[in-house]
């Protein structure tokens, strides 16, 4: 069996093609309407979270720049962790300006985390500083580690 390659077809070509078609997408006149890059409207974002354990406490991390205290709410209901707020757009239009790029995503959010039996809903704390919000949730006592002392007989 011979194996056949379709001489029509250049890879290179199609990568060329595509150099310039990112190309173009950059190298536009700044007197002209440019692209712009936005989520659509209605669409929410999500923050990013860390989540880490150790023997005592769950942390929850979760970057949330450009917000304050006042913009986010945190709760605790039957085993899962609530973290919600919203980023509200600062529209400040000013005579003979565009916008030009808009990459920036606001609106609301809420992110959900299921929470293991450990933990004590009852103990929870929260921090807020220079846009990045930690959630400590402490563990049952029961469920933390202890040293069990061996007797000698």
């Known amino acids: 069996m011979a194996i056949i390659r379709k001489r029509d077809w250049d890879p290179f070509r199609e990568l060329n093609v595509l150099q ?13 309407d440019a692209p712009s890059i936005r989520l659509p409207e209605g669409i929410s974002w999500s923050p990013s979270i860390d989540v880490e354990e150790d023997e005592r ?5 979760a970057e949330v720049p450009g917000l304050s205290k006042d913009d986010l709410s945190i709760s605790v209901d039957g085993g ?5 707020g ?14 030009h790029i808009s990459e920036i995503a ?7 985390l ?17 846009g990045t919000l930690k959630v400590t949730i402490t563990k049952k006592k029961e469920s933390q580690p202890k040293q069990i002392d061996i007797k000698i007989e």
């Open 106 to 112: 606001y609106g609301k959010f809420e992110r959900i």
């Open 80 to 84: 899962v962790l609530r973290i919600s």
């Open 57 to 61: 406490e769950f942390s929850v991390k």
């Open 86 to 99: 919203e980023k509200k757009v600062e529209k400040k239009e000013e005579k003979g300006k565009k916008q």
């Open 20 to 32: 310039h078609q990112i190309s173009d997408l950059f190298d536009w006149s700044w007197g002209k």
């Open 114 to 130: 299921s929470l293991p039996e450990t933990a004590d809903t009852g103990r929870v704390n929260a921090k807020f500083k220079d």
